[in-house]
């Protein structure tokens, strides 16, 4: 069993690593810069390497320093799922809960579900990750979140996951209220073709739920303004940089834009999804409050 001090001296060297600031390492550890500076030179003199180069302008790690903080990193992850697991056999839950959703998921209202989950048991930690749907599967499958809101095609699945369809919802046309089709109560993808676009990269979900519905219809469509995030994508939309395709749900939620039906619009599911491997007590409570709870 590792001893409590090596575990502080880890958390002293992870802070400090993530802050480049023996100041403000100490700050998010509640010590006195002197009591952390001491703990990580006691660590150095054990190893027999320096872990950070210090000099008056900065802090950085050695090799030696960058070698050692991922392995800090899995015996703290390793500490706190055991204290998890003992706290669980007493029926408190507690530790680390690692989250990932799509800006725009619109089934859940994700900030109310982790308001209710915080109120029940107020000692898990909540991480979240925002980024596009392939990014947050493929992080759920290496174990780097345990829980995740997707939003991809409705002929796709996610892969190598346990996944569970939330809802789905046919995409509209977005524009700024100043655009010439602003006024347009409904529109085709053909007519559609002839507009300038601004849509997430090529090759995300975001993206390909528009991509394929084009070209299935036999379409081509120019994407002049490619933006990695859904939310900044509404404001070039608002600016009137072009159209979007979006959820309704979505641009309910947004002001300035003009929501505009599309006859034979493309659908998007939205799916919740988590590991296939051992589940954490806290990740468990958070599936069984949504309604999944694993079997």
């Known amino acids: 069993m590792i001893d409590p001090v090596e575990l502080q001296q880890m958390r002293y060297v992870v ?5 480049n600031n023996f100041t403000r390492a100490a700050q998010r550890c509640l010590v006195v810069q002197s009591a952390l500076s001491h703990q990580i030179a006691r660590l150095e003199h054990e190893l027999g390497a320096r872990l950070f180069e210090r000099t008056s302008r900065r802090v950085r790690l050695t090799a030696a320093g960058a070698a050692f903080l991922p392995v800090a990193r899995q015996c703290l992850d390793a500490a706190e799922r055991a204290a998890a697991e003992v706290a669980a056999t007493i029926g408190e839950v507690r530790g680390h809960l690692a989250l990932g959703t799509i800006p725009s998921v619109a089934a859940v209202d994700v900030p ?4 209710e989950f915080h109120q029940r048991h107020p000692k898990v930690r909540v991480s979240f990750a925002v980024g596009a749907s392939n990014e947050l599967t493929e992080q759920v ?15 796709a699945r996610p892969q190598g996951v346990v996944a569970r369809e939330l809802a789905t919802e046919r995409l509209v046309a977005v524009v700024s209220p100043d655009h010439h089709l602003a006024g347009e109560t409904s529109i085709d993808l053909r007519s559609l073709s002839e507009e300038i676009f601004v849509d997430l990269p090529a090759k995300t979900a975001g993206r390909a739920q528009s991509d394929l519905a084009f070209t299935a219809a036999g379409l081509t469509r120019q994407v002049a303004f490619e933006v990695t995030n859904a939310d900044y994508l509404t404001r070039l939309v608002a600016a009137g940089l072009g159209v979007a395709m979006l ?8 002001a300035g834009l003009v929501a505009i039906e599309v006859v034979d619009a493309p659908e998007r599911a939205e799916y919740l999804i988590w590991g296939r491997g051992p589940r954490s007590p806290a990740a468990t409570a958070f599936l069984e409050l949504l309604g999944h709870a694993p079997e």
Not at 247 to 254: D, Q
Request: hydrophobic share 55%; net charge negative; aromatic share 6%.
């Open 15 to 19: 802070a400090v690593a993530e802050t």
């Open 112 to 115: 109310a579900v982790v308001r």
């Open 141 to 155: 499958r290496q174990g780097e979140l345990e829980v995740a809101f997707l939003g991809i095609p409705v002929a």
């Open 247 to 254: 959820p309704p749900s979505y641009v309910a939620t947004m």
